[in-house]
């Protein structure tokens, strides 16, 4: 059975004091169904997850009470992978027709902050300060420009690229482009990263509906289809977030096996992809992340910064919403932002932030705490 | 004298005239661990025993914590007496990087590669006015290298 997806929704990032969480993600599932033509009654189904705004099943309260299957998803910063992966396999083994994924978030304003014991960690480690992601991915692109000759010049450029692409997306948080300098000379947060190249927590909601595609042209002139969904977790030897110890010796990363698997599933290679969304909570992830997802070798991203290849006109358009860094990080909702932009850019609808030459091929990657990976592969 | 107690047992040897830290070995595939852990994350088994790591390794890798972190974060410092601290991973000769807090808080006086030695330093004081010592590094002088 294919998958496809007939309805999108987004309520915007950034800060709405006006709306709770949950409330925003009810707003993005309305706007979802309102673009399938369809009612909240026909949902089979709902897959959702929040981190700190509530059970996604209380969604019901605001959308009706109408006894549908409503599965709570919480998987860190790949909820949103989780959740659509879930979806997607509920289409494919014929079980239902059509259903919700949605995730929404509010957090508090400054860095999260972890409870060890969620984790399986001592006291001790939080207690004593080293349990802040902000410090795992400065010490992950630290060793990573020292391997694979990075410079800061390529954090500034990602940084420079994030939020001039916010600028030109009417729904991004940051709608300010930054210049390299005002990126290069601000404050140094976690050396080598500084306070423009880490994306903060922030709030908004993002729903998709998922038909199975023999039914989708019922519904909608133009679907896309969702050709591969997979999330893995790390494998001994790879360097992850939260580890008071790592091993010696060296394994792939959850982000490299995740999307070896979506790229198996879908048929497709790194060279049939023409717009991507990788995990950008800060700039040195989004340079490893070129590399892990296959779509470059290790240190040539260098190079692909600097001649602007994953501008929005350049050959490898990457984070062409803004990203993390102009969107903030709702956790609930961030991996499915990343599939609302992709598909916006498949139908055209991006505005002035669209990807030229009818992008037919959208890729999307999360990373999240403990070390997990969900990647999607979306096609025209 | 003040009675000084480590933040957590197991963690480093303590009261030790030359304090270790401590970890586990796989007696199945030989993995290391820290801290010190019952089951083996490499092969499963779940056949381990408490070892040595020794009290001194190379900088696998480092930041600078610059602002003060938010709770679980528990010192005696308050946003005005902050003073921002290194931490790093650090390659131990009983073969596994430690994630530690490093003496060291100025880009300049770290590098990739550096020798480091493990200290046990004071963090705070407990209810009692016990003091809760902690493990770190900082940069090996040459006679300890
Ligand atoms: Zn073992």
Redesign the pocket.
Known sequence: MEVAIIGMGLHRFGRTESLSGLQQGAVAVREALADAGLTWEQMQFAYGGSQDAGNADSLVNELGLTGLQFTNVWNGCATGGSSLHAAYTAIKSGEYDMGVVVGFDKHPRGAFNPRPRDWGLGDWYGETGLMLTTQFFAMKIQRYMHDHGITEDALVRVAEKAFQNGSLNPLAWRTRALSYEEIATSPMVSNPLRKYMFCNPGEGGAALILCNADKARQFTRKPLFLKAAAVRTRHYGSFEVFSPSQAMEVADAPTVTASRAAFELSGLGPEDVDVLQLQDTDSGTEIIHMAENGFCEHGEQEKLLREGVTRIDGRLPINTDGGCLANGEPVGASGLRQVYEVCLQLRGEAGSHQVPGKPAVGYTHVYGAPGVSGVNIVTT | MTHQVPIQEGLFSWPAEQPQLLGSR?K????TAFPAQRE?R????SD?EVVTLGDHGTLWTWTIQSFMPKTPYNSDETEETFRPYGVGYVEMPGGVRVESRLLENQPDELEIGMPMQLVIEPFRKDEAGNEIVIFAFRRADSENA
């Open positions: 796989c199945n595939c030989g993995e083996c490499k092969c499963s088994g381990t």
